[in-house]
Every structure is written in C-alpha cells, then in structure tokens.
C-alpha cells in the first residue's frame, strides 16, 4: 500500500526546490485526470436565479487554475526549510504573503460584488458558520482526495484556542502599538524595531508562521487558524479542505479567515504613510493617456503629436467581455474567460531632452465606487520601461499575456517589450495568477472600473529582470532577491501623502503627473 498524496507532495518539492530538478529546468505535471463529459455536465453552473447565495461563488473558488496557484505559491514559499533542498525562506516572504493573499481577496470581493453578493466578513474567534463547505461527489469519489471530507455547519472554535487565538492577537497588537517585535523572557534581549525597510516583511513572518524564534510570543496565527478550520467536527487522520494548501481556497472560509488576516497587517499598514511627491520621474501621463482595447494597435490619432503635446484626447477604452462557460478541468464548477486586451499609454517629457529616463510603469484596476479605498486596487502589471535621451514622448503597447501578475508561460512571451531592457531569469514557472480569471467578472449590463497607471523611478526601484515564466510580481524569481525596492503593493500599500499631506487616492492622481 502507499499513500499517493505523499508522494505527489513529495514529488512537487523534488521538482520545484531540488537543485538537480531546476538546473535541467523540469516542469511539475499536472497530477489530477483530464474531466470526463459527464463530469462537466455534472459540475456546470446553473445560472443564479434569485437572491444572491455564496454557492455562486463556486466556480471561482473551485478554478483548477487558481488553485494551482494557491497550491504552487505555499510550495515555493515554505513555511518551513527541508533538508537535501534549496526549500529555505525566500527573500521578503513574509511580506509576500501578506501582499499576494491582499490581492487574492481584493479580486475575490470584485468578483463578489458582481453577483451582488457583499465583500468578504472576516472573520471572529467566536463566529459559528452556518453553511459548512463542500467540494461536491466527484471530488470525494476520487482517490487523489480519500483524506478530504466536507467541513461541517454550525461548529465552533473550541474555547481553548479562542483564548489561545486572543492572546496571540492582543500580543501582535501591543508590538504594533509599541513598534518592537520582541522574544519571550527564554530569549531575552533579542527584538526588531518595526518602522524600518524590512517591517512589513517581519509583519507577515510573525502573522504566518514563519517568524522563528518570535512564534512563543506572536503564535503561528495564520497557520494554526488553517489547522483549525482544518479538524472542525472530524476524528482522526480526515481534514477538511481548510487544512492543506492544495485545496484550501476551495472552502468560503478561506476567504473569511484570510480578511482577518489582512485587516491584523493592516493595523500595522495605517502606521505608516508612503509620500508619493519624492523622487517621481519627470514624465506626465494624464487620464487621456491610457486606454485598453481589444485591438493590438493603438486607436487613430492617438500618438499624433504637435507643439510639444499630444494633438487628441477624445478616446475611450473598449468594453471588455467575459464569459462564464463550462467546466474544463476536474472538480471546477465552471470557467470564466475574457477578451484579449492589450493597453495603450502615452507618456511624455517634463522638461528638458538629454537624459535617458528609466522607468516602471504599475498598472491597476478597481472598482469606480471603491476607488479611494486603496485596498481594492488590483494590481494588473508592472514592467520596466526606457525612455531614450532625445525622446520628448512615446506610446507604450503592452498585451495583457505579458502581465507581470499571471502565470507566464515562455512561448507566449517571445514579443514581451522588456526582453532588450531587462535580464532575463527562471522564475517559479508554475506559480502566478490564472490568465483566464485576470480580469474580474463583470455584471451582464456592464461594470464600470478605473484604470491607473502610476510611473516611478526605476533607477530606485532597481526593476531590472524579468522571469522567463511564471509570476514575478506574485512569486519573484528563482535565485533572485524581489525585483521591486518598494514595498509591494506600492503606491497603495499605505495611507498616501503628497508633500506630507495625507489624502484620498482620486486627489492624488489630480495631484501628481506621474499617476
């Protein structure tokens, strides 16, 4: 006899951490079966009649692809090392995970939102869910899952870890109040002082699980409220999904739980501001300067050029339409699709020719009712771009296959513009964003979003490579510190100042010319 989940695990580190595997650049196989036609027809989405129910979530949930990303990230940033492997804490983890899991949950609340559903509750020690979670027959029927059972309704969090859960809590709180993380009296004399360049990377170690000698006094938040959620109502060996990465986001209280999470590093988060009017490249982009269209060429007339401006400004984006179909992998519920897009930007000059500006450009959507609620600013690319000495203007072209967020794949990047300005690396190639889901649902009659684009200086953010596959901004590169100096999420990881003035997102886009 042997247990098939064992190995499979144990084949996926060989191939993402083993030294041996990533020098012959080995790919992780895609261990589950093809679906069969009834299987599809079993798991198709009935199209939602009524009042909003959190069923009609399932087909984002249950995506085959994003559950390989959610799976894949916790490969490649382990909560713990593995000897014989390269399996050791990757640079800014702990920040990384806070970042990645915000954006999972600002996509999830679009997502929601459109179906008319509200954003995600976090969630409480004491809340009791009343709906339970379950995959559904075919995913119990299969012997890749005989561990896995449903998470029962309606059971509460033993009282014991609720006080356990507090305390730990109350003591991540006190160190953001204080500003200093500090060990138990067993390691005296050992703390970091939050405020610094690598604090919200501690931030995210400590509310993991990977914060080392800290974990005495800080706890293994993030982890153990997985384990929990993990062991609701059964006996023995059986786990819900909520205990294991490779199918966690499949349970609705992955996302409950995860808000929690998010709002405890936000606490520390609005104990910082990010001053957006230093060090900003002399460019001007304004809000007729960018346009998404379905089209690989931009629309007439926008490069036209004269008397040192731009000759129109009268353009408008392409609606942007996405579809719900069947299923196409085993265990989905359905498959959400979109138009290929391609964004069009216009960026010129301020001042005087002769120098080459580099620079990084960030794209992000959100929803047009929550744009001054910077955390539910998705981010949809970020690359680096080089303005040359005599250039005065220029109209940059990027298709969305080459977003720094998805799941690259090389053949579908050979035309990426940053292959003559940036050095190329391996990236985790399984890891990344699903390109079918990167952009959010939408309602039938159309949802209305606003694009930004903010530039910065990339001779301080030190963007200088590009992964050959996979996700850079959510996964980083193999062998490589992060690519981005700024803190992820930049420039809405933070309450935002200009000039020192703390203000609302839409005033600083008035405010500044590179946003």
């Not at 036609?37 to 984002?60: L, R």
């Not at 990167?438 to 606003?450: A, F, K, N, Q, S």
């Not at 930004?452 to 901004?473: E, H, M, P, Q, Y």
């Amino acid at each position: 006899r042997y247990n098939r989940s064992v190995i499979q695990y144990a084949l996926k580190i060989f191939l993402v951490h083993h030294t041996l595997a990533r020098s012959y650049r080995l790919k992780v196989p895609d261990l589950t079966d093809a679906p069969s036609t009834m299987d599809m027809a079993t798991h198709a989405m009935v199209p939602p009649i009524g009042e909003p129910e959190e069923i009609w979530m399932d087909y984002w949930r249950h995506d085959k692809n994003f559950v390989d990303h959610h799976s894949y990230w916790h490969f490649v940033y382990r909560g713990s090392v593995i000897p014989g492997t390269d399996a050791v804490h990757l640079d800014r983890q702990g920040e990384l995970f806070g970042y990645m899991h915000k954006q999972m949950l600002a996509r999830y609340d679009a997502e929601r939102e459109s179906w008319g559903l509200d954003p995600v509750d976090p969630w409480e020690f004491t809340d009791v869910d009343p709906l339970g979670s379950d995959a559904g027959d075919d995913f119990h029927l299969s012997p890749l899952n005989s561990n896995f059972r449903p998470r029962p309704a309606g059971i509460p969090w033993p009282s014991s870890q609720i006080r356990r859960f507090q305390d730990w809590t109350d003591n991540i709180r006190r160190a953001f109040e204080e500003g200093i993380l500090q060990t138990t009296r067993r390691e005296r004399g050992i703390q970091i002082r939050l405020g610094e360049n690598s604090s919200a990377n501690w931030v995210g170690h400590i509310i993991e699980a990977t914060s080392g000698i800290f974990a005495d006094n800080y706890g293994r938040m993030h982890n153990r409220g997985h384990g929990i959620f993990g062991s609701l109502g059964l006996q023995g060996d059986l786990q819900t999904y909520m205990a294991h990465a490779d199918h966690a986001i499949r349970d609705h209280i992955f996302f409950r739980w995860h808000k929690f999470i998010d709002n405890l590093i936000e606490e520390y988060h609005q104990t910082r501001t990010t001053e957006l009017a230093v060090d900003a490249p002399p460019v001007i982009i304004g809000e007729n300067d960018i346009v998404i269209s379905t089209s690989e060429n931009p629309p007439n007339g926008f490069s036209d050029w004269s008397s040192n401006q731009w000759s129109n400004n009268n353009f408008s984006s392409d609606l942007l339409k996405t579809a719900l179909d069947l299923p196409q992998q085993l265990f989905e519920w359905g498959k959400l699709t979109h138009d290929q897009f391609n964004y069009h930007i216009r960026v010129r000059r301020r001042g005087n020719t002769g120098t080459e500006l580099r620079l990084t450009l960030r794209i992000y959507i959100a929803p047009a009712q929550h744009a001054n609620d910077r955390r539910r600013w998705i981010e949809m690319d970020k690359f680096r771009y080089v303005l040359g000495a005599t250039e005065t203007h220029t109209v940059i072209t990027r298709r969305d296959r080459h977003s720094s967020v998805i799941r690259r794949f090389p053949e579908e990047t050979t035309d990426d513009l940053e292959i003559p300005l940036t050095t190329t690396v391996d990236g985790f190639c399984e890891c990344g964003w699903p390109y079918n889901l990167l952009l959010p649902r939408g309602t039938r009659d159309g949802e209305r979003y606003l694009l930004a684009v903010f530039i910065s200086d990339n001779t301080i953010d030190s963007l200088r490579i590009r992964s050959r596959c996979g996700s850079l901004s959510y996964c980083g590169a193999q062998d490589s510190r992060y690519p981005d100096r700024r803190q992820m999420g930049y420039p809405f990881a933070t309450p935002i100042s200009v000039n020192g003035q703390e203000m609302e997102v839409l005033e600083s886009m008035n405010r500044l010319d590179n946003f």
